[in-house]
């Protein structure tokens, strides 16, 4: 259906990589804000990060993805 297809675009969309490793690098939570992520940049505000685990497994992880990646 066309009312499928054009929701599935509206619901994906693309993100500039250094746009979000900038984001990530200084901020705690602005990533996952960027992303439209709303929760999980509530629990990394909340939790630091995810103690800083979390923190550092998404920079490895946005360094690894395509320019532009697709959310």
């Known amino acids: 259906h066309l009312c ?3 929701q ?20 705690l939570c602005g990533h ?3 992303e439209g992520k709303f929760g999980m940049g509530i629990l990394y505000l909340c ?8 923190w550092i497994i998404d920079l490895f992880t ?7 990646y697709y959310v």
């Not at 675009?9 to 979000?20: E, G, H, L, T």
């Not at 939790?47 to 979390?54: E, R, S, Y």
Request: glycine content about 10%; charged content about 25%; some cysteine.
């Open 4 to 6: 499928d297809r054009r």
């Open 8 to 27: 599935r675009q509206m619901c994906i969309r693309d993100r500039n990589k250094w746009v979000a490793f900038f984001l990530c690098l200084f901020t």
């Open 32 to 34: 996952k804000f960027y």
């Open 47 to 54: 939790t630091m990060g995810l103690f800083g685990i979390g």
């Open 62 to 68: 946005i360094l690894g993805k395509p320019n532009p």
